[in-house]
């Protein structure tokens, strides 16, 4: 049997912590099965603070290759991680590229790939929105019309998928690695400084988090979300992780409440930690909205539209609009104890890391 060689492709920090479960099936399976992988960086999104402790954290390697693709417009961006990605694929055979979520190296790699007739696998196909002013939405479907094999996360995924004309037996139902991560690394969760500092208790705290530039770009906006999550909060402490995008419009704010702390971002332990002991989260995030649909907190969700349907349909997600008077009868809900009960959506058990890296042996070998 052949050597089946996969170039996992990750550019930001929340494809690494979808990644990195399928890095340990293919390491699993690489001896029997003659499986092997390339972990290429496409430096889409750089942190000094994560490179070293972030890839410990969760058990993934130093990337094979870093294409140090930087900042820029996403024309930029784009065009400097197809030819990195390019100059590699020209000297070296690959059998599949595969790539994560909808960032720019998402779609960018897929290209690449796919005009040099190398087969492109998709990790979490086939999830929309509806809102083509999402730079996502489009990388999403761009991406998942010239992918080969397509591996999804729920059902919903599945629907979207069919009614792009994508083959049914190209399209495999595996689950949500980002919940694999998750639930390998609960026992790790670790209590940030802020716990002992804000004197937080289990449940009698939230978690605030916004970084869409909808919701954080316009401070009257900004302000008007904050204020009205301060102002019905029963007084409960309020943590806000603070994205740099917002920390710059919020500094103009002139907004002081001592239930209210803007803290820096947290490592994946960290943040985790908060958020599993919380009594809600307010997001404009996606994939915070399933991993509290996982850990059965509620969570309430700034956005008008969500690619994640199922952590409304079956999870503890609510889906507020843009408006920031839907906060109020929402927080008055939570602190009643009518909140929703959710429930866990099929095969996010912690297991889809394995079943993609099942399921691409069948089909290379």
């Given at each position: 049997?052949k050597k ?6 990750a ?8 990644i ?9 399976k690489?001896?029997?099965?003659k ?10 999104h750089?942190?000094?603070n994560m490179?070293?402790?972030f ?7 130093n990337?094979?290759y870093?294409?140090e ?10 065009s ?5 990605y390019?100059?590699i694929l ?9 790539v994560v979520g909808?960032?720019?190296s998402?779609?960018?790699?897929s290209?690449v ?10 990790v979490e196909?086939?999830?929309?929105s509806?809102d083509?002013?999402?730079?996502e ?5 761009v ?8 591996f999804?996360t ?5 629907k979207?998928?069919l009614a ?5 037996k190209?399209?495999f139902?595996?689950?949500n690695?980002?919940i694999?991560?998750?639930l390998a690394n609960?026992p790790?969760?670790s ?8 004197k937080?208790k ?9 970084h869409?530039?909808a919701?954080?770009?316009n401070s009257?906006?900004?302000k008007s979300?904050?204020m009205e999550t301060i ?5 409960k402490?309020i ?5 740099p995008?917002?920390?710059k419009?919020?500094s103009?704010l002139?907004?002081?409440n001592?239930n ?9 332990f ?14 404009d995030s ?9 850990m059965?907190?509620p969570?309430m969700?700034l956005?008008?539209n969500?690619e ?13 609009g843009?408006?920031?008077s839907?906060?109020?009868?929402a ?8 909140w929703?009960?959710?429930s866990i959506p ?7 890391g394995q ?10 070998k």
């Amino acid at each position: 049997m052949k050597k089946i060689n996969i170039d996992l492709i990750a550019g930001a920090r929340p494809n690494f912590m979808k990644i990195a479960s399928i890095i340990n099936a293919i390491s699993q399976k690489s001896l029997k099965n003659k499986i092997s992988y390339r972990l290429i960086h496409t430096g889409q999104h750089y942190d000094a603070n994560m490179s070293e402790s972030f890839f410990e954290q969760l058990n993934i390697p130093n990337p094979h290759y870093n294409l140090e693709s930087g900042s820029g417009s996403q024309a930029e961006q784009t065009s400097r991680i197809m030819i990195g990605y390019e100059k590699i694929l020209k000297n070296q055979n690959v059998d599949c590229c595969l790539v994560v979520g909808d960032v720019t190296s998402t779609l960018a790699c897929s290209i690449v790939a796919k005009k040099l007739n190398i087969k492109v696998a998709h990790v979490e196909a086939g999830i929309r929105s509806g809102d083509m002013a999402m730079p996502e939405e489009i990388n999403r479907i761009v991406t998942d019309s010239i992918s080969d094999y397509f591996f999804t996360t729920s059902d919903n995924a599945n629907k979207s998928l069919l009614a792009q004309g994508a083959n049914p037996k190209n399209i495999f139902f595996v689950g949500n690695t980002m919940i694999d991560t998750l639930l390998a690394n609960k026992p790790n969760f670790s209590k940030p400084s802020i716990w002992d500092k804000a004197k937080l208790k289990d449940k009698q705290y939230l978690i605030m988090t916004l970084h869409r530039p909808a919701n954080v770009d316009n401070s009257l906006r900004l302000k008007s979300f904050v204020m009205e999550t301060i102002n019905n909060s029963n007084e409960k402490p309020i943590i806000f992780p603070m994205h740099p995008r917002t920390k710059k419009q919020f500094s103009k704010l002139g907004i002081n409440n001592s239930n209210f702390y803007t803290i820096e971002p947290l490592g994946y332990f960290e943040f985790n930690y908060l958020v599993e002991r919380c009594m809600a989260v307010i997001t404009d995030s996606g994939g915070i909205t399933e991993e509290t649909t996982v850990m059965d907190v509620p969570c309430m969700t700034l956005r008008d539209n969500t690619e994640r349907p199922e952590t409304i349909e079956m999870g503890t997600n609510m889906l507020l609009g843009t408006n920031p008077s839907a906060i109020k009868p929402a927080l008055k809900e939570l602190f009643s104890g009518s909140w929703k009960s959710g429930s866990i959506p099929p095969l996010w058990d912690g297991k889809a890391g394995q079943r993609i890296a099942e399921h691409l042996i069948k089909i290379f070998k």
